[in-house]
């Protein structure tokens, strides 16, 4: 009996699959190329300029990234964001400006809910798995990286 | 003399008149096809509230003032609502009603919300518990988001099966008082879970109910979908609508014909970009009010069968990885001659 509902789960689910419209592939990688793309080059052109203007390479970083994420919160308020990132996907969630903007926007629906429990708590909703992940993850980097050491 | 047919359905001996609907509609909605249908278009997303489901609220409220208006009757007059929304422990409902000073029933149905509680109202006025009975429902674009998926401001991409939420409220008073359209019998829906867990395909997952309630309805009737007008579901959209024809050919009907539904009716996806079409518990009641209901009062419909579908999950049953199951409430509306 179980067996039998598992079964007829698994043939709707490929039935809906058949009749449900998806997104282009291709025109979604090309447009994420283009706006992940365009992000890149502006990221660039920043670094560039702050070197131009006498920063060594590490302030110039700082300088791109500062810009970059102050950009994506503005954006963000200001709406536009999203309708970037729905034209450009993957293109405008990857790089730094993808993350400020999971950031920012709990910042705005949650802020009614108050400082502490609605802003406070709430703000890395969408963030928090990479910040979360991507600490534990250069940990145990770091963790191989010493027994590596140690056995040289 | 009420009856009871087959194991899910009643006919009502005497008819449960629709005195008056009423809706209030978004901005985005007021742009739609039916825009000129809507009595009140609210421009402002928060309607002068502070929040999203506060403004819900305030929607929610003046459809039902303008329900009452319509019908001729006060808040006093009503001897009971039936309403629902969306919200978590349905917020909108219960804070538009503690203004109302009312006695109220509160529903939960996902977006099937305004066929339970037509149900409700007219099996009420049926027994004679009550002369008057509201069915009220809303639903705000802005809080389901925030309730079901993500910030507002989030950039992310929706799939072509995502339905859109309305921003509405739709209202309709019910009475034993003749008027144009009255409800003449009801099929109460089932629980059906075919075991689809993509809630941002929510018509794949309410189009097994859809089926099962219609067939259902029209066995128990003992009637052909020949027999209707229209038969119109509430949100499935233009993928579940698909899913609906195949299921109900399997069953030996073919409803292409009669069938609208109120999510592919209320937005036009091609300029508005709202993908599969409308949801939410506003939706098939906005759409009842301003567009269903003066067709069948004026007679150009004769007999439409309305079938709310819903997509009953919350948060936590779908991020537990629980699968998404439907349920459709059937509600029979047909024209009536005034004059004796």
Same mark, same amino acid.
């Given at each position: 009996?179980?067996?039998?509902?598992?079964?007829? &789960?698994?043939?709707?689910?490929?039935?809906? %699959?058949?009749?449900?419209?998806?997104?282009?592939?291709?025109?979604?990688?090309?447009? &994420?190329?283009?706006?992940?793309?365009?992000?890149?080059?502006?990221?660039?052109?920043? /670094?560039?300029?702050?070197? *131009?203007?006498?920063?060594?390479?590490?302030?110039?970083?700082?300088?791109?990234?500062?810009?970059?994420?102050?950009?994506?919160?503005?954006?963000?308020?200001?709406?536009?964001? $999203?309708?970037?990132?729905?034209?450009?996907?993957?293109?405008?969630?990857? $790089?730094?400006?993808?993350?400020?903007?999971?950031?920012?926007?709990? =910042?705005?629906?949650?802020?009614?809910?108050?400082?502490?429990?609605?802003?406070?708590?709430?703000?890395?909703?969408?963030?928090? $798995?990479? !910040?979360?992940?991507?600490?534990?993850?250069?940990?145990? /980097?770091?963790?191989?990286?010493?027994?590596?050491?140690?056995?040289? | 003399?009420?009856?009871?047919?087959?194991?899910?359905?009643?006919?009502?001996?005497?008819?449960?008149?629709?005195?008056?609907?009423?809706?209030?509609?978004? %901005? %985005?909605?007021?742009?739609?096809?039916?825009?000129?249908?809507?009595?009140?278009?609210?421009?402002?997303?928060?309607?002068?509230?502070?929040?999203?489901?506060?403004?819900?609220?305030?929607?929610?409220?003046?459809?039902?003032?303008?329900?009452?208006?319509?019908?001729?009757?006060?808040?006093?007059?009503?001897?009971?609502?039936?309403?629902?929304?969306?919200?978590?422990?349905?917020?909108?409902?219960?804070?538009? /009603?503690?203004?109302?000073?009312?006695?109220?029933?509160?529903?939960?149905?996902?977006?099937?919300?305004?066929?339970?509680?037509?149900?409700?109202?007219?099996?009420?006025?049926?027994?004679?518990?009550?002369?008057?009975?509201?069915?009220?429902?809303?639903?705000?674009?802005?809080?389901?988001?925030?309730?079901?998926?993500?910030?507002?401001?989030?950039?992310?991409?929706?799939?072509?099966?995502?339905?859109?939420?309305?921003?509405?409220?739709?209202?309709?008073?019910?009475?034993?008082?003749?008027?144009?359209? &009255?409800?003449?019998?009801?099929?109460?829906?089932? !629980?059906?879970?075919?075991?689809?867990?993509?809630?941002?395909?929510?018509?794949?997952?309410? =189009?097994?109910?859809?089926?099962?309630?219609?067939?259902?309805?029209?066995?128990?009737?003992?009637?052909?979908?020949?027999?209707?007008?229209? !038969?119109?579901?509430?949100?499935?959209? @233009?993928?579940?609508?698909? #899913?609906?024809?195949?299921?109900?050919?399997?069953?030996?009907?073919? #409803?292409?014909?009669?069938?609208?539904?109120?999510?592919?009716?209320?937005?036009?996806?091609?300029?508005?970009?709202?993908?599969?079409?409308?949801?939410?518990?506003?939706?098939?009641?906005?759409?009842?009010?301003?567009? !269903?209901?003066?067709?069948?009062?004026?007679?150009?419909?004769?007999?439409?069968?309305?079938?709310?579908?819903?997509?009953?999950? @919350?948060?936590?049953?779908?991020?537990?990885?629980?699968?998404? $199951?439907?349920?459709?409430? *059937?509600?029979?509306?047909?024209?009536?001659?005034?004059?004796?």
């Amino acid at each position: 009996m179980e067996n039998q509902k598992n079964v007829q &789960a698994r043939e709707y689910e490929r039935y809906v %699959k058949k009749v449900t419209p998806t997104h282009s592939l291709p025109v979604n990688m090309a447009r &994420a190329f283009l706006v992940g793309g365009l992000i890149c080059v502006l990221g660039q052109y920043i /670094l560039n300029t702050a070197q *131009a203007m006498g920063a060594d390479k590490e302030e110039a970083g700082c300088w791109c990234s500062l810009i970059l994420i102050f950009l994506s919160v503005l954006l963000t308020g200001l709406n536009i964001y $999203p309708k970037l990132a729905k034209f450009g996907g993957a293109g405008t969630l990857v $790089p730094i400006t993808g993350f400020a903007n999971s950031v920012a926007a709990p =910042a705005i629906e949650y802020q009614k809910e108050g400082q502490v429990f609605g802003i406070g708590c709430k703000i890395f909703t969408i963030a928090g $798995p990479v !910040i979360l992940y991507g600490v534990v993850s250069s940990w145990a /980097l770091g963790l191989i990286y010493c027994v590596m050491r140690l056995w040289r | 003399m009420n009856e009871r047919m087959g194991h899910q359905s009643i006919r009502f001996g005497e008819p449960v008149y629709i005195r008056s609907g009423a809706s209030v509609a978004g %901005k %985005k909605e007021g742009e739609g096809p039916l825009g000129p249908c809507f009595d009140e278009i609210e421009k402002d997303p928060l309607a002068g509230e502070k929040t999203w489901e506060q403004a819900e609220s305030a929607l929610q409220h003046r459809a039902a003032l303008r329900a009452l208006d319509k019908a001729g009757i006060r808040n006093t007059d009503l001897r009971m609502i039936f309403a629902g929304d969306l919200l978590a422990q349905c917020t909108a409902s219960c804070y538009n /009603l503690a203004q109302l000073d009312v006695p109220v029933y509160g529903l939960f149905g996902a977006c099937s919300t305004m066929g339970e509680a037509l149900s409700l109202a007219s099996m009420a006025v049926a027994g004679d518990f009550a002369e008057y009975a509201m069915a009220l429902t809303s639903s705000h674009f802005a809080s389901a988001e925030k309730e079901f998926r993500f910030p507002l401001a989030y950039g992310s991409q929706r799939p072509l099966s995502a339905t859109w939420t309305v921003t509405g409220s739709g209202a309709c008073v019910l009475s034993k008082e003749k008027s144009g359209a &009255a409800v003449t019998g009801i099929t109460t829906g089932k !629980i059906v879970d075919y075991g689809l867990k993509d809630s941002m395909n929510m018509g794949a997952c309410m =189009a097994p109910a859809a089926c099962d309630t219609i067939c259902t309805h029209l066995q128990d009737f003992g009637r052909q979908p020949e027999e209707y007008s229209k !038969i119109i579901t509430g949100d499935l959209g @233009s993928v579940g609508q698909q #899913i609906l024809f195949d299921l109900l050919e399997k069953q030996g009907y073919d #409803i292409k014909r009669q069938h609208l539904d109120c999510g592919m009716l209320i937005f036009d996806d091609a300029v508005q970009d709202t993908h599969a079409g409308g949801s939410g518990c506003g939706c098939s009641a906005v759409v009842f009010a301003s567009y !269903i209901l003066p067709r069948i009062i004026s007679g150009e419909w004769k007999r439409v069968l309305f079938v709310p579908t819903g997509a009953l999950m @919350s948060k936590v049953s779908f991020a537990e990885g629980q699968t998404v $199951p439907g349920i459709a409430q *059937a509600v029979v509306v047909e024209h009536m001659e005034e004059k004796d």
